[in-house]
Nanobody, 120 residues
Framework: VQLQASGGGLVQPGGSLRLSCAASGSIFSINDMGWYRQAPGKQRELVATITSGGFTNYADSVKGRFTGSRDNAKNTVYLQMNSLKPEDTAVYYC???????????????WGQGTQVTVSS
């Protein structure tokens, strides 16, 4: 199983970016999917989680600016980031709880990370 994240880049303050993360490989079902970020010198922190039913949970610092969503048919999770601030600069990682077979257990997987830089 692999998680492939994309969509990062350099954007000016106030701008927008959309991150995508597609899960591939031997997948039977996916439970929660989400996004985390890690800024230089800081611990990795939760940004948003999206349940298989589409319910979302956000860090207080991004509420009202970021929107998480997913396409279960494509095993893909998205993060729409609006009104970006310099403090949003970080490497963003996708995360998913994936079961590889009907009788297996859910395991947690991480994507490789995509850099988001907010700067003028």
């Amino acid at each position: 199983v692999q998680l492939q994240a994309s969509g990062g880049g350099l954007v000016q303050p106030g701008g927008s970016l959309r991150l995508s993360c597609a899960a591939s490989g031997s997948i039977f079902s996916i439970n929660d999917m989400g996004w985390y970020r890690q800024a230089p010198g800081k611990q990795r922190e939760l940004v948003a989680t999206i349940t298989s039913g589409g319910f979302t949970n956000y860090a207080d610092s991004v509420k009202g600016r970021f929107t998480g969503s997913r396409d279960n048919a494509k095993n893909t999770v998205y993060l729409q980031m609006n009104s970006l601030k310099p403090e949003d600069t970080a490497v963003y990682y996708c995360n998913a709880d994936i079961k590889k077979s009907r009788w297996g257990s859910y395991f947690n997987y991480w994507g490789q990370g995509t850099q988001v830089t907010v700067s003028s």
